[in-house]
């Protein structure tokens, strides 16, 4: 099982080594307060909390707050507490997520609402999401606030468009960005804002790190989707194949239905829509994606926004965080292969 | 079925009609402003959140945060964004709880779970909890922002607590009280003492405030415990037995626990610890209940923090509102009648 994806022109392996180092000491800082503001003497919530916080996630979202908080000359401790409530907003979604998908596994490890209960998951979150707003209001910068609740709000919505477009092989490409950009793109998209926006920067700064945030999210949302139909994907702890047994339509099916025959539809109907899947169903969609080339496109529309989102860093002069930001992009859609 | 619980003295019926008369004028607002913000273009969100804020709930806590915000002579707008914002993150809870608790029912209509699926009372629960944060931000007080955002982690952390105690007849009434602070008198607290708070009044008027719905919202909760175990409970559209049968551990339990004989503590073990509930069982825990006067006793209970309440306006001289906000403990009291 697992397509081979078509091989990128640039070989060396791009990684966030930079981006980690650069921001290693504040980032000591964000564990410490993830590690605090979890504590509760309901003894549950760290154990739910931590199972998931500590199970390997990159925390790509709060490194870059603090990397755009870092390059806007940013001098106080602000950015630390936006970071860690960036990473709690992601962990209350991940663990909402998993009961709405249902799913069994996260990050290679059986996922919170198996060991402790859907009850556990829903509550946990609330509380973290709770706990992330605390730490925001400690910073007090009204419009980080708005950014980051807009965005809480925003990324509930994407949610439940993905929810009602869910088994829907209606669902265009367009449709599609607006599910991706409202669910992941938005929290990326915040995340970088917030750091030009507690450094004062001015207005085109701040939008320039939204920019870079929105469309980094997209290219990683859109590996993602590919990744969940072959690659490197057991590497990532991700099942192969679980958005296809839930009857998610991510990119890769919305190509296979435009470029695909009559019967490549008519399978896609049986499978995603009815949810009649038999033996060998997942290899014969690969097929269809295979034939026409769904996935290396996927990829491709990737590459074309982590593009946008290296042109979104023209605002500022040449540096090393600079350069740590634009290899993040490079990684970001490595991870394809 | 059901239980009668013993006379009041104050036969005359208290009502919240005084109340209501009150704040009209700014409700008529507050609901203009629920409606305008459970708008999505996403259609699942309105209809969701609709069938459950239209549901005929009495609207008491975005009331009280009116009442005490006009009681502490504030005339800006905030007042009425705060209370949407109230009302809201109350209906994020419930969303939540009706999938936690797994309930069929939610004031006499099927929860919205039952029509929907949990998936959107999950994720349509986080919408309405990110809408609730934008409008507090736009309203601007941080300190607000802090007593609700406080409120939001505090709540969560109540119910956590609740489903770790859940099936523990080992809970004691010190331990329940926690809970039922954290996860129900929380937010009347933050509710009342944001009032004076956006009104820029004295610390010892917002503590006051706090105070009175704290005690208010615990005398909530007692009078509830008492009529999942009957009373009015049938015309509040409330299915008599539902905590028993979830085995939630609430006063009237803890009470029969403590001053019942061995084969009592037994009968609790096999129906709330093991959940072995057999035809009956319901009629046999209201003849403990009965025996060792567990309902009067929490209900007795229930009006102890009711004089509470009544005694943390002493700060305010005599008005209308200050009467209607003694009236309405009144009436919270007299639900269990």
Request: negative net charge; charged residues 30%; aromatic residues 4%.
């Given at each position: 099982m697992g397509v081979v994806l078509p091989f990128e022109e640039n070989r060396a392996e791009p990684g966030i080594e930079s981006l980690v180092a650069l921001v290693a000491a504040d980032m000591g800082r964000v564990n410490d307060m993830i590690l605090s503001r979890t504590g509760s003497d309901v003894t549950m919530i760290p154990e739910v909390a931590n199972h998931l916080i500590s199970s390997g996630g990159k925390r790509l979202r709060p490194m870059l707050t603090l990397a755009t908080g870092i390059l806007s000359g940013y001098e106080g401790?602000?950015?630390?507490?936006?970071?860690?409530?960036?990473?709690?907003?992601?962990?209350?979604?991940?663990?909402?997520?998993?009961?709405?998908?249902?799913?069994?596994?996260?990050?290679?490890?059986?996922?919170?609402?198996?060991?402790?209960?859907?009850?556990?998951?829903v509550l946990v979150g609330d509380f973290l999401l709770g706990?992330?707003?605390?730490?925001?209001?400690?910073?007090?910068?009204?419009?980080?606030l708005q950014i980051l609740s807009d965005a809480a709000a925003i990324i509930a919505e994407g949610e439940v468009m993905q929810l009602a477009a869910a088994k829907n092989v209606e669902t265009g490409e367009d449709a599609y960005l607006r599910i991706i950009e409202a669910k992941t793109a938005e929290l990326f998209g915040a995340?970088?804002?917030?750091?030009?926006?507690?450094?004062?920067?001015?207005?085109?700064?701040?939008r320039a790190a939204r920019d870079y945030g929105m469309a980094l999210g997209i290219a990683f949302q859109l590996v993602d989707d590919a990744l969940d139909y072959g690659g490197a994907a057991a590497a990532l702890g991700k099942n192969v194949g679980d958005d296809f047994r839930e009857g998610k339509i991510t990119l890769p099916v919305v190509l296979s239905l435009r470029r695909g025959s009559d019967a490549d539809r008519a399978f896609f109907r049986r499978t995603l829509e009815r949810g009649e899947i038999r033996e060998g169903d997942l290899e014969e969609a690969l097929g269809i994606m295979r034939r026409t080339k769904a996935l290396e496109d996927t990829v491709a529309r990737a590459r074309d926004y982590g593009r946008r989102a290296v042109a979104a860093l023209d605002v500022h002069p040449d540096g090393p965080m600079k350069r740590a930001l634009v290899e993040a992009v490079a990684f970001c859609i490595a991870r394809a292969y």
């Open positions: 401790e602000g950015h630390v507490k936006l970071a860690a409530s960036v990473e709690f907003m992601h962990t209350a979604t991940l663990l909402h997520d998993d009961v709405v998908d249902e799913s069994d596994m996260r990050r290679g490890k059986p996922a919170a609402r198996i060991k402790w209960g859907n009850e556990a998951s706990q992330a707003f605390r730490m925001m209001v400690e910073v007090g910068s009204l419009r980080a995340a970088c804002e917030v750091g030009p926006v507690i450094a004062g920067r001015p207005e085109a700064e701040a």
